[in-house]
Structures are given as structure tokens and as C-alpha cells.
């Protein structure tokens, strides 16, 4: 199956974890970048009583699971627009002795065939993992330690440059540990012996120090839990409740050792009533099992040398969507979705969530229009564009632009667009772009507005001919976005493209039945066409031909 940009696909993957079924809904695109549509979780808890009661799933887990996957199964039928599923079962699913039974139910009574359910060997788990890492941090070129505390297992897996160096799935998993060790009463030191004992045993040790590593990565929800309560403070002599968030993108997504003892000595206090309501605001429905996933986490950090680790946002569904994309995109790029998080980080850590509304608007415009000339065979054949191929690169560091355009308000609105530029230029916030990637993106944003550059003005003379050409069209595009968003086209919605005879139209969409804001006139095409006049000016004379605006009612 090739994609390719203008036919962008939707994917889902259901991940059958020990502790929950999680299914994500993802747009992706011919190179491989990926943008989460949706994504749904049911706690299952498939793992629980697995180390004491036999490896078996308990009818009421088999009941709870079909019940999650029937429910995924009218989620996208609903949707009508997934073309490829893919369903895969981790440890629970791959211990127990009754999975015969167990797939049966899901076959008969979930919609799912059993041959639909990919049953996933503990390498194959720690692949997916690997591979979904890499589509959150630009750690692709690092030897990569990477960690997946799951409810029945533990994924280890070394990797490098997209290839598993080793890998190792041992039976340590924050369900199983505290069914057999919390809920049983027992010490924590009895809960550390049997964790210690099982890594010593496996071998892991040896490997590790063997083969090395740069960076420690974990991730799923314990990892991701306890990065959160670090990064709210948990742990911390704090009094009052929990610190309010930044957002996701505002969090660091590391912590070290220390802060990972103060995270475990809280969890190991227990005892009074404000202590229990601080820990379940903390860790919410996670906060059962949180005390066994935060002491296997400390003891893998002492017994592999790890003293800070750095957190996933994305683990074993995104792995398996990425697979997915790299068996059927020609063009496929591992690095491109760590790449575009990197920008949307620069973006959310800057702007107010007003004007990151206002520059994803712009991205949506930008696309289209981009898509537009691509697929224009007049424009196709012009002599304009003869020598010059828009590709998806240069879509990207046209939306990176669009994305990062209005940054430098964070240090003032006079001279905002070089402010702009320069934190673009200079932050080393753009993960796995070049040097003259970078220095393209933040000159784009820098010429957003004001004067357009000469071609043989400032840096963008150090580029060569054909760079120069394609900046020129890209800045037209932006200039045009960005122009269309702070026009407050209030009675339109949407936006189309296609040619005509006197050159390329932009076709706004009005929306029936929208109200105007107060003091508010309906606007015609000419009222937008006399609002952007200096940028429709520029595009025609940088791609030589006009850019009309039509307004079509709504249906």
C-alpha cells in the first residue's frame, strides 16, 4: 500500500496491555509523520493474580476485554475512515495457558477474529517500543537504554540507529508485583530481593554493561506517572495540594535518581488519610499500582547505573503504527515525527494557547495551498516552476514556520518577527534538523512580514540557486496563511483550491448559521481580497501568476 501526499491515511492500533487496552487513532502521511487523532483506554487489567493464580485470565478479565473491544470495534466503525487496524497482546495475553480461550471469546463476541490479534513475543514487544520512542525523541543517532514497565513485564531493549542492539522482556510488571508483594502484606525489602534476584538471573546486567549506553529512556504509564509527580512536585516537603501543570510540552520529560527516591520514600510513608486522597489526585486509577512500579523502577536504576532518564510520551501503539507506515510509505522517514514534536515543542513552550490557535490555522492554510501548487498541472508547466520541485521537505519547513511565526511575542509585539528568528536560530530547540534546515525555517519566519529579502541579502545569499527559488515561493505561501488568519474572516470556515483560467483561487467556505460578533460586517471576497492586497501582490510576483478569492456558501 504507497501513500502519498495528497491521500493521507488513517490508522488505529489496539494495544492489549496487561493493565489496559488502549486503541489509538492516527492521521498519517506518505513519509511517515503521524498525527494522533484519538485515542481511547479501558481498564482491563488483564495481568492481575498472574503470578499466584496459575498464569491464567480470570473469566471476570475475560468479560472486561471482550466488553474494551467491542467497544473499540463500533468506535471505528463508526468512523468510516480507518483503512488498515492493527491489534497486538502483550505479556497476559502471551503467558497465560488458557489464550486459546481467551482469543475464542474475542472472536466470537467482539467483532475481532483472533486471526486479526497479533500475539507479541517479548523481542517483538520491546521492538515496538524501541520503535515508538523514536517517534517522540530525536535519540535516533544515541545508543538508546530503553524501559517499559508494563502490568505482567518488563520490556528492555538497547538500540541504535532504528536497529535493536539486544532486547530482553522480563516477568516484573507493576499489576503482578502488587498483587503478589503489596496486596500480600509483605515488606518492600521482599518486594526488592525478588526484583533484584529476577535481574541478576536474566542476564540483563551483563549485556548492558557490554554493549553500553547514552541516554536511559522509559516509558509508558508508570514512567509516565511518576514523571508527572515529579514534575508537580510529589515528593517534595510541599504542603497544599497538587501544583498546577503547564501542559505537556512545557514539562521537561526527565528525571533523575533523587527525584525518583523522593517520588518512592513518599509512595512508602502511606499511613494517614490526606496522605492517600494526595496520592490518588496524584496518580488517580495508576495509584494502586504506582508503589511497585515506583520500587522496580529505583531498583532497575541501581542495578543498571542509571541516573537520569528521560520519558516517552509514545511507546508500543505508536511502534506499531510506525511499522506500519515504514512497510507501506516509499518515502518513509523515521526521524520525521520526533522532528515535527520538536518544533510543536518550541511552539507550546513560547505561545499563549490564543496565538498557537492562531499559527495551527495558518499551518492548515499554508498545507492546502501547498498541496494546491503541487498538484496544479498549469502550474506544473509554468516556466516558473520548471526547475524548481516543491517536495515534502520543504512542506515541512513550511508548517515548522507557520508554527513558530509568532514565538518572538513572547518578548515583545515591536519587532516580534525577528525575535522570532532568533530564537529559532540560536535555542538548539530543532531536534534532527541541519544547521542550514534550521537557518532556513527561522528565516522564513523571520520574512513572515515586512520587507521580503533580496536573494543575495543576509543569509539567505549563502544558499544555493535553487533553495533561494523555493524560498520564495514558501514565503509567498506563509505570508498568504498567515495574512488569511489575522484577517478575522469570521463568517468563513474551511478552505478549498483549484485553478482557473486568470491563475489560483482560494475558495473560502462560508459557514451557514454563524453569528457575527459584535459590531461585526459580513465580508465579501472583495473585503478580503482589499485586506490582503500586499500579500496577494507578493504571491503573484513571485510565482507569476495571480491568486484570486472566491467566497462559496456552505452546503
Known amino acids: 500500500m504507497e501513500m502519498d501526499l495528497s491521500n493521507p491515511k488513517f490508522l488505529a492500533a489496539i494495544d492489549m496491555g496487561s493493565n489496559s487496552f488502549k486503541l489509538l487513532i492516527v492521521r498519517a502521511e506518505s513519509n511517515g509523520k503521524f498525527l494522533v487523532i484519538d485515542h481511547f483506554k479501558e481498564p482491563v487489567v488483564l495481568g492481575r493474580g498472574m503470578i499466584s493464580n496459575s498464569s491464567s485470565i480470570s473469566p471476570e478479565s475475560i468479560i472486561k476485554a471482550t466488553l474494551a473491544l467491542k467497544k473499540f470495534n463500533?468506535?471505528?466503525?463508526?468512523?468510516?475512515?480507518?483503512?488498515?487496524?492493527?491489534?497486538?497482546?502483550?505479556?497476559?495475553?502471551?503467558?497465560?495457558?488458557?489464550?486459546?480461550?481467551?482469543?475464542?471469546?474475542?472472536?466470537?463476541?467482539?467483532?475481532?477474529?483472533?486471526?486479526?490479534?497479533?500475539?507479541?513475543?517479548?523481542?517483538?514487544?520491546?521492538?515496538?517500543?524501541?520503535?515508538?520512542?523514536?517517534q517522540f525523541l530525536p535519540v535516533y543517532d544515541k545508543t538508546v537504554l530503553a524501559i517499559d514497565i508494563g502490568g505482567g513485564s518488563t520490556e528492555f531493549v538497547i538500540g541504535k540507529s532504528g536497529k535493536v542492539l539486544f532486547s530482553i522482556s522480563l516477568k516484573l510488571g507493576h499489576v503482578s508485583l502488587t498483587d503478589e508483594f503489596v496486596k500480600g502484606g509483605k515488606m518492600i525489602v521482599?518486594?526488592?530481593?525478588?526484583?533484584?534476584?529476577?535481574?541478576?538471573?536474566?542476564?540483563?546486567?551483563?549485556?548492558?554493561?557490554?554493549?553500553?549506553f547514552d541516554i536511559a529512556v522509559g516509558s509508558s504509564g508508570t514512567i509516565k506517572s511518576i514523571e508527572k509527580a515529579v514534575s508537580l512536585r510529589y515528593g517534595c516537603?510541599?504542603?497544599?495540594?497538587?501544583?498546577?501543570?503547564?501542559?505537556?510540552?512545557?514539562?521537561?520529560?526527565?528525571?533523575?535518581?533523587?527525584?525518583l527516591v523522593g517520588v518512592v520514600e513518599k509512595l512508602c510513608e502511606g499511613g494517614d488519610d490526606d496522605e492517600e486522597i494526595r496520592r490518588n489526585g496524584f496518580f488517580k486509577r495508576r495509584s494502586e499500582f504506582i508503589l511497585a512500579g515506583a520500587v522496580l523502577l529505583l531498583e532497575i536504576f541501581e542495578i543498571l547505573g542509571i541516573n537520569e532518564m528521560e520519558v516517552s510520551e509514545y511507546a508500543l501503539g505508536e511502534g506499531v503504527i510506525a511499522e506500519t507506515l515504514a512497510s507501506c510509505c516509499e518515502d518513509y522517514d523515521i526521524k520525521a515525527n520526533a522532528r515535527w514534536l520538536s518544533v510543536t515543542k518550541l511552539a507550546t513552550r513560547f505561545n499563549t494557547d490564543k496565538r498557537m490557535k492562531l499559527a495551527s490555522l495558518s499551518v492548515g492554510i499554508a498545507k492546502e495551498m501547498?498541496?494546491?501548487?503541487?498538484?496544479?498541472?498549469?502550474?506544473?508547466?509554468?516556466?516558473?516552476?520548471?526547475?524548481?520541485?516543491?517536495?515534502?521537505?520543504?512542506?515541512?519547513?513550511?508548517?515548522?514556520?507557520?508554527?513558530?511565526?509568532?514565538?518572538?511575542?513572547?518578548?515583545?509585539?515591536?519587532?516580534?518577527?525577528?525575535?522570532?528568528?532568533?530564537?529559532?536560530?540560536?535555542?538548539?530547540?530543532?531536534h534532527g534538523y541541519s544547521t542550514e534546515e534550521v537557518e532556513l525555517i527561522s528565516l522564513l519566519a523571520r520574512h513572515h512580514r515586512k520587507k521580503f529579502p533580496k536573494s543575495t541579502q543576509g543569509s539567505l545569499g549563502r544558499f544555493p540557486k535553487e533553495v533561494k527559488e523555493k524560498f520564495k515561493i514558501l514565503c509567498a505561501i506563509l505570508r498568504i496563511s498567515i495574512a488569511v488568519q489575522h484577517c478575522?474572516?469570521?463568517?468563513f470556515h474551511g478552505l478549498d483550491t483549484s485553478n482557473c483560467q486568470e491563475g489560483f483561487k482560494l475558495v473560502f467556505n462560508e459557514k451557514n448559521g454563524q453569528s457575527l460578533p459584535p459590531g461585526g460586517v459580513k465580508l465579501s471576497a472583495e473585503d478580503v481580497v482589499a485586506e490582503l492586497k500586499s500579500e496577494?501582490?507578493?504571491?503573484?510576483?513571485?510565482?507569476?501568476?495571480?491568486?484570486?478569492?472566491?467566497?462559496?456558501?456552505?452546503?
Not at 190 to 209: A, M, P, Q
Not at 237 to 259: C, H, I, M, P, T
Not at 403 to 419: R, T
Not at 488 to 491: A, D, H, P, S
Open 370 to 430: 501547498f498541496k494546491g501548487l503541487r498538484k496544479s498541472d498549469k502550474l506544473a508547466n509554468h516556466q516558473f516552476l520548471d526547475t524548481v520541485s516543491l517536495d515534502e521537505k520543504d512542506l515541512e519547513y513550511l508548517e515548522a514556520a507557520c508554527l513558530l511565526h509568532n514565538i518572538g511575542l513572547f518578548i515583545g509585539k515591536k519587532g516580534y518577527h525577528k525575535h522570532s528568528h532568533h530564537i529559532i536560530k540560536n535555542g538548539e530547540h530543532l
Open 237 to 259: 516537603d510541599l504542603s497544599g495540594s497538587v501544583v498546577a501543570n503547564g501542559g505537556e510540552f512545557s514539562r521537561d520529560w526527565k528525571f533523575n535518581k533523587e527525584e
Open 74 to 134: 463500533q468506535i471505528l466503525q463508526k468512523s468510516h475512515i480507518i483503512c488498515r487496524t492493527q491489534i497486538v497482546a502483550t505479556s497476559a495475553v502471551r503467558e497465560a495457558v488458557n489464550r486459546g480461550e481467551f482469543l475464542l471469546n474475542i472472536k466470537e463476541k467482539s467483532g475481532f477474529g483472533d486471526d486479526e490479534i497479533r500475539v507479541l513475543s517479548g523481542v517483538e514487544e520491546a521492538r515496538f517500543v524501541y520503535m515508538g520512542i523514536l
Open 536 to 555: 496577494l501582490n507578493h504571491f503573484q510576483e513571485v510565482v507569476k501568476m495571480k491568486l484570486l478569492i472566491a467566497v462559496s456558501p456552505s452546503s
Open 190 to 212: 521482599n518486594i526488592r530481593n525478588y526484583i533484584r534476584s529476577v535481574i541478576y538471573e536474566s542476564g540483563l546486567v551483563e549485556k548492558v554493561k557490554e554493549i553500553g
Open 488 to 491: 478575522k474572516l469570521m463568517t
